[in-house]
């Protein structure tokens, strides 16, 4: 199955950057697209960002021109370049691995990333 590890969060003020990183096991990584979704306070877990197998990548609108998600398959990780951050982007994240079109049922951790306005 599956191992997720999730790193790089913190607490910015609005306008701020963080690099967020997720480190895979478990898998034969180049088989699988991978993405990341976030979960704030009272809410439920969204999609952000996803790249696949070819490094076609696409984004929630809400996060479009500001976050940049990459993979390294060498490193077996995947990263998300978070810029110009605002408070709504207050949330735990996680990356997850797609195989076809079923995402994992298993998650990692998170990473906490705080956005001060």
């Known amino acids: 199955q599956v191992q997720l590890v999730e790193s790089g969060g913190g607490f910015v003020q609005s306008g701020g950057s963080l690099r967020l990183s997720c480190m895979v096991s478990?898998?034969?990584?180049?088989?699988?697209?991978m993405g990341w979704f976030r979960q704030a306070p009272g809410k439920e877990r969204q999609f952000v960002a996803r790249?696949?197998?070819?490094?076609?990548?696409n984004y929630a609108d809400s996060v479009k021109g500001r976050f940049t998600i990459s993979r390294d398959e060498t490193r077996r990780a995947v990263y998300l370049q978070m810029n110009n951050l605002k408070p709504d982007d207050t949330a735990v994240y996680y990356c997850?691995?797609?195989?076809?079109?079923?995402?994992?049922?298993?998650w990692g951790p998170g990473t906490q990333v705080t956005v001060s306005a």
């Open positions: 997850n691995a797609q195989y076809g079109h079923a995402w994992s049922s298993n």
């Open positions: 478990g898998i034969v990584f180049r088989n699988y697209n």
């Open positions: 790249v696949l197998l070819g490094g076609y990548t």
